[in-house]
């Protein structure tokens, strides 16, 4: 009986980090991955933004806005929001060799993974999708390339879980992994733009 309760009230626990989102509904379809990890990485991203990212409004929509605006200028995410929860998560999935490799001293996002691939394939932007493709077989996927088009793109994170995912192993836990290296060098200390990222209307 206590084995059984021990069981019943350890919810979805991979390797001691207590998953929150196991329960939420697959966001696409995908089964050779471990989905249950791929949602708890892309709802603690979007808990993320939408807590610290959502000024006016505190949408989803806005939290994605203003984040995406980060990865043209390559600025850092804030770090002193940075929960216990995610912190444990960034750990956890930075343990995961399979998922990374290391290019240009950073790790970064293994392409050769299938779960790269099945993301990937369930973009809804057949023109997005294709592009991403591209950069990926010519490995030149840059924040400074992307982050004009993303942004264009936008409000399709709201509903393209595969777009957002995308985004979030490419270009957000990557980043959090270099914060944690001796080489990172702090937005106060990075050259400012010398031109102005987005014009005042940008079409949607």
Not at 95 to 114: A, F, M, P
Not at 136 to 156: C, E, H
Request: hydrophobic letters at 40%; a negative charge.
């Amino acid at each position: 009986m206590y084995v059984l309760i021990v069981l019943v009230l350890s919810g979805c626990k991979k390797e001691n980090l207590q998953f929150k989102y196991s329960e939420k509904e697959d966001p696409f379809l995908c089964s050779t991955a471990d989905m249950d990890m791929v949602k708890e990485a892309l709802y603690v991203f979007e808990d993320y933004i939408l807590q610290n990212y959502g000024f006016l409004t505190k949408d989803i929509e806005e939290g994605y806005e203003n984040y995406i605006k980060l990865l043209v200028d390559d600025r850092a995410p804030a770090s002193e929001y940075f929960n216990e929860h995610l912190i444990a998560l960034k750990s956890f999935l930075k343990d995961k060799d399979e998922l990374w490799v290391l290019r240009d001293g950073q790790l970064r996002l293994n392409y050769d993974q299938e779960l790269v691939s099945c993301i990937v394939d369930n973009i809804q932007d057949e023109e997005l999708r294709q592009n991403i493709d591209a950069l990926i077989s010519s490995n030149t996927i840059r924040a400074d390339l992307m982050g004009p088009v993303l942004f264009r793109k936008r409000k399709q994170f709201v509903t393209d879980k595969a777009l957002a995912s995308f985004v979030v192993f490419e270009f957000f836990y990557p980043k959090l992994f270099y914060m944690d290296s001796p080489d990172y060098v702090e937005n106060v200390d990075r050259p400012k733009p010398k031109e102005k990222l987005f014009p005042e209307k940008v079409e949607n």
